[in-house]
C-alpha cells in the first residue's frame, strides 16, 4: 500500500478533516504520517497517528495580540518562508507516495511544485467564505507567496488561490 503524508498547522477547521481521511486510510491498509506545529503533536499522537514536526516552522503559536493576527498568520502559515525547508526534511525522512497539503499552507504547496511526488492540496472550508479570489486575504499573502515562489524559481501568482 501506499504512504501518505498529511501537511497541516494548528488552524481550526483542517484537523478534522484531515485525521478522519488518514483513520479510513490506515484502515484500508495504508500508512500515514502527519507533518505539522509542535502544538499539535499530542493532538495526533493521542489518536495513534504518526506524527512529525516541522522543525523550523512548528513552534508553538505564543500569545499575540489580535491585532497582530493577520501578519502572524502569513508569516507562520500561510506563506510561511520556512516551510521549503521543512518539507524537504519530512520528504527526505518519510520518502512519501503522495502528499496532501493544507490549501492554506502556500509555501508548502509552492515547495511541492519543485517535487516529483503527487501532491494535492485539502480544501477544508470554502474557500470563497475565507479567502475569496482578489479579496484582502490576497493583500495579506500575496508578496511572502511571492518571495517564496521566486526563491524556488516559480512563476508568480496573482491570487492566493491561483
Same mark, same amino acid.
Given at each position: 500500500?501506499?504512504?501518505?503524508? %498529511? &501537511? ?5 477547521? =483542517? ?15 495504508? *500508512?500515514?504520517? %502527519? ?28 500569545? %499575540? ?23 524537504? *526534511? ?22 511541492? *511544485? ?26 495579506? &499573502?500575496?508578496? *511572502?507567496? =511571492?518571495?517564496?515562489? %521566486? ?12
Amino acid at each position: 500500500m501506499s504512504k501518505i503524508l %498529511f &501537511v497541516t498547522w494548528p488552524g481550526g477547521g =483542517n484537523q478534522p478533516p484531515v485525521i478522519g481521511l488518514a483513520q479510513q486510510l490506515r484502515r484500508d491498509g495504508h *500508512e500515514t504520517v %502527519f507533518a505539522g506545529y509542535l502544538d499539535q503533536a499530542s493532538r495526533f499522537t493521542h489518536l495513534d497517528l504518526e506524527f512529525a514536526r516541522l522543525t523550523r516552522s512548528g513552534t508553538t503559536w505564543a500569545s %499575540f495580540n489580535i491585532a497582530d493576527l493577520m501578519p502572524l498568520l502569513v508569516k507562520h502559515a500561510w506563506a510561511c518562508p520556512d516551510h521549503v525547508a521543512d518539507t524537504a *526534511e519530512i520528504l527526505d525522512r518519510y520518502q512519501p507516495d503522495l502528499v496532501v497539503v493544507d490549501c492554506l499552507m502556500g509555501g508548502a504547496l509552492a515547495a511541492m *511544485e519543485t517535487s516529483q511526488i503527487p501532491t494535492v492540496a485539502l480544501v477544508h472550508s470554502a474557500p470563497g467564505a475565507l479567502a475569496p479570489p482578489g479579496g484582502p486575504i490576497d493583500g495579506f &499573502v500575496i508578496g *511572502e507567496l =511571492n518571495r517564496i515562489r %521566486f526563491a524556488l524559481d516559480l512563476t508568480p501568482v496573482d491570487s492566493y488561490w491561483q
